[in-house]
């Protein structure tokens, strides 16, 4: 077995869907912070002008001063579309990533509690 001639079958990766779990690291990775930290400082007018400027910055992506598209994205897109054939509407995705942010909080403040 140590030489890799052993009978044990290779373990295949679990699938998860990669656009809940993009929506979790935007909402947890940063991304969500950043939104809430210039509604802070600039409240609702700074809210919607930033939105406006996020919205002007991918829309002609490629452009100077705008979204660069990075070379894995036509990839991820496929996945999440093989993954997705009939894809409902964001609502439905946002919803579920909520839902499975919240699941692993729950878990997270068990483990802790156990220590």
Do not use: C
């Not at 919803?95 to 878990?107: D, P, W």
């Amino acid at each position: 077995m140590a030489n890799g001639s052993g009978a044990i079958p290779p373990l295949a990766p679990m699938l998860t869907d990669r656009l809940v779990q993009e929506i979790k690291w935007f909402l947890t990775g940063g991304a969500a912070g950043v939104f809430y930290r210039v509604f802070q400082l600039f409240g609702e007018v700074g809210k919607g002008d930033f939105l406006l400027f996020m919205f002007d910055y991918v829309e002609k992506p490629n452009e100077k001063e705008h979204f660069t598209i990075p070379g894995n994205m036509s990839k991820d897109l496929e996945l999440i579309q093989k993954q997705h054939p009939n894809i409902e509407t964001i609502n439905y995705y946002l919803k579920r990533a909520v839902k499975e942010i919240e699941e692993e909080k729950k878990t997270s403040q068990t483990d802790q509690s156990k220590d």
